[in-house]
């Protein structure tokens, strides 16, 4: 019996150990924190935009697929749609950004009768190829931006847009 | 292009190439009868224009839309602004409406009319669809013009 008495040294030294310890952790714990802070952020948007597009509907031809997704400008909330020319070629999929590398108007697919299996800027006549080149002595100085792509449940998804990688 | 002191600074140094100055023209009518109609034509008009600015982004200037009431001398407004864009050396100019009165005003002008679609009960997808359609009609006009 007398070996479970807790002696008055005994005593003391598990409760200032008990109080030290909460104490020291008390400080320790926002640094931990503060060090470790980085790895927990959470990724802001800029991701992948789910679309309406079954990827089992994409053709050889360029089609035009919207998407749409939020931006927040300040405290300012807008759906913003954007769309890409989507195709298969083989079994890749690609998306290219409509937005001519001149001025920044949409160039279209076909649009221009004289110039068959081209995208057409309406606005200078800007020309490029199925698969974004720039059509030398049209205005445009560089390919079409290309959007990442992935596939998402038998929809197509579209992430950022990246430079060209096929020209 | 819009009418915003980042764009202009591109306008300013294509020059050449932004050739158009594309202005909506909006009726404001206070009437009982004429209100929301006029209202939801504004919305349709203003909506069309930046969709026509997101098309042709590089050759023309979206500017803010004129407002006007029913008893102003529309001749005058013509006038008005052409002396003013000719100052910026624009070669053409477009105005954007869906009032019918603009366009009983002659060819000459380059009046853009559109009947008003009401737009009020469509989700965005509906309206986007609506409005590409617009559009769509639309681009050959530009062309058109672009191409005298």
Redesign the interface.
Same mark, same amino acid.
């Given at each position: 019996m007398s070996n479970n008495k807790v002696s008055r040294r005994q005593f003391l030294s598990y409760t200032l150990t008990g109080v030290g310890g909460f104490m020291a952790a008390g400080m320790l714990m926002p640094m931990v924190r503060f060090a470790v802070d980085p790895v927990l952020q959470k990724k802001e948007g800029g991701d992948f935009v789910l679309t309406e597009k079954k990827i089992a509907d994409i053709t050889e031809v360029p089609e035009r697929v !919207?998407f749409?997704f939020e931006q927040v400008d300040a405290w300012y909330k807008s !759906?913003i749609?954007n769309s890409a020319w989507v195709y298969k070629e083989g079994d890749e999929i690609i998306a290219l950004s409509p937005v001519?590398k001149?001025?920044?108007?949409?160039v279209n697919w076909e649009?221009d009768p004289a110039h068959k299996n081209q995208f057409f800027?309406?606005?200078?006549a800007g020309r490029y190829e199925k698969n974004g080149k720039n059509v030398p002595k049209t205005?445009p100085l560089g390919p079409l931006d290309q959007y990442e792509v992935r596939e998402n449940d038998g929809f197509l998804e579209i992430g950022k847009a990246i430079p060209n990688t096929l020209v | 292009m819009h009418w915003n002191g980042k764009d202009s600074t591109v306008y300013q140094a294509q020059k050449e190439f932004i050739d158009t100055a594309v202005i909506p023209l909006i009726q404001i009518d206070g009437s009982d009868e004429g209100f929301q109609f006029a209202a939801s034509a504004a919305d349709f008009t203003l909506s069309l224009a930046n969709v026509i600015e997101n098309q042709f982004k590089g050759r023309i200037v979206l500017f803010p839309s004129f407002s006007y009431t029913k008893s102003q001398d529309k001749q005058l407004v013509f006038k008005d602004w052409q002396e003013e864009l000719n100052k910026a050396s624009f070669k053409h100019i477009f105005y954007v409406t869906s009032d019918r009165e603009w366009s009983t005003m002659g060819e000459e002008q380059n009046i853009i009319w559109i009947p008003s679609v009401p737009l009020d009960s469509m989700d965005q997808k509906m309206r986007n669809s609506v409005l590409e359609d617009q559009l769509r009609q639309l681009i050959p006009i530009f062309a058109k013009k672009w191409a005298n």
């Open positions: !919207d749409t !759906d749609t001519c001149h001025l920044g108007c949409t649009a800027c309406p606005c200078h205005p | -």
